[in-house]
């Protein structure tokens, strides 16, 4: 469909359907909004909304679609700064960044890693995603991100399973203050805190765990 | 805490009285202040020795950083020992079991005797963990006390080490307040704890420790006074930001906490809430068991 056919349909779609008509998700996911500038999910993000890990594009298929809907928003105000998302959040309506978070949220999420904070960890990475190094008040990725890494609520998402460089994209991202969107600035201090090496590290054991890990 | 004093002499008094050969309680003397900074350092994972000695430090370890999954028969509640004993028992101000270790044995109050380590632990498990404490000398509690040894290697035994328990922090002139206290809560705590003090849980496991309620602390843990808590908070929440909320907001948070309904103290004194509170409560710090808040009595416990 070119983009002006499917302006056309979303401008036909949007004077018959009634106002309280709610935006359909799988459509936002699969053929994007109403407004062509904002492009289709799937384009980037996969078929399964499983991410593409070669490009750094997130997994986004089960992610809460409290913290979607929030990434989506946080795009539009700015308080989140990425080039190519800024301009599909802007053009998502409100309806569609609710429809199409719900949706992705539905979608089924990669397995859980079977990592537990209960050995003593030898190797630095794996004591810094465990325990954290509290000499720079830095807490273990899975004190709040949950065992695994595999998400905790709506405010803290999985890190297992996101490709190493968009974890690496994010960690740089609040360290030089683009991304800002932390809740209680909780992710600004840490990502400061850590050197550059360290969030390759961590970022990589995250992206590691979730193809690789059985039962450690 | 000023008004208080009288009253904890008085009720000192009226103990002793009654028991002819209590003392002061050497746990509770002295913690070190924040001023006087720590200087103990634990031994690194990598010291570790790799035999029989080294294995039951790993597994006390364990038991300490995932206790509510390895032991369930022990652990009445949705609580780790390293919920507040932060870094797997090795952080300053986070009552580091290198502070506690080589302070034992040790009189307390709180059960009228000389206490081993093991009964110091096995107090943990009743009232923090509102659960039954394993038997002193089973292999956990073993192993406990192994991993606790350890961090303590090169400790001095007796001495009260500089980052010890949680410093004290002073009661605000003008006390606490629950309605702020409650402002503190939604917009520092609730994002972990849950806006109902109900932590967060990931495939029905406990991830953020809940605060209040079944599965929390009991009424006759340690945090349930009002200035512990406060002093665990200001020196270690929210995780990663210590020492960023003012004494007086760690005060009326811990008040608004600690107002709450939980597990019911497993002291209670003749089905009594009135004795429980004369026993055990009137001259424990700054609590609320027993008493009456916007016309409700505190201390009824959570029944589960």
Known sequence: ?216 | MKLLIPATLLLAAATSQASPVTMEDQTQLNVPDAQRAPQFVPPAEGELPDNAFGKMVRDGHALFVDTRRLMPDAVGNGMNCSNCHLDQGRMPHSAPLWGAYPMYPAYRKKNNKVNTYAERIQGCFQFSMNGRPPAADSPQMTALAVYSYWLSTQAPTGVELAGRGYPEVPQPTGGYDFARGQQVYQAQCAICHGDQGEGQKVAGEYVMPPLWGKDSYNWGAGMHRINTAASFIKYNMPLGKPGSLTDQQAWDVAAWINRHERPQDPRLVQGSIEKTRVKFHANDGVNLYGQKVDGVLIGQGTGG
Not at chain 1, 3 to 24: I, N
Not at chain 1, 85 to 108: Q, R
Not at chain 1, 140 to 155: D, Y
Request: hydrophobic share 40%; charged share 20%; aromatic share 6%.
């Open chain 1, 1 to 216: 469909m070119t983009p002006f056919k499917r302006a056309v349909l979303g401008s036909l779609l949007a004077l018959s359907w009634p106002a309280a008509q709610a935006a359909d998700g799988q459509k936002v996911f699969t053929q994007g909004g109403a407004d062509p500038a904002a492009l289709a999910c799937i384009a980037c993000h996969g078929a399964d909304g499983g991410g593409m890990a070669a490009a750094g594009f997130p997994r986004l298929a089960g992610l809460p679609a409290a913290y979607l809907g929030k990434q989506l928003r946080d795009w539009r105000t700015g308080s989140r700064r990425q080039a190519v998302m800024e301009p599909v959040a802007k053009a998502l309506t409100e309806d569609e960044i609710k429809a199409v978070s719900t949706y992705l949220a539905s979608l089924p999420q990669a397995p859980a890693g079977h990592l537990r904070r209960q050995q003593i960890a030898n190797d630095p990475t794996e004591r810094l995603a465990l325990y954290g190094d509290w000499s720079r008040q830095i807490p273990g990725c899975v004190q709040c991100h949950g065992p695994g890494g595999a998400g905790l609520g709506e405010h803290f998402p999985p890190l297992t399973g996101q490709p190493a460089s968009y974890l690496v994209a994010q960690l740089d991202a609040w360290r030089d203050g683009s991304r800002s969107n932390d809740p209680n600035q909780l992710m600004v201090g840490v990502a400061k805190a850590m050197t550059a090496d360290e969030i390759k590290a961590v970022a990589e054991f995250f992206a590691r765990s979730a193809s690789q890990e059985v039962n450690p």
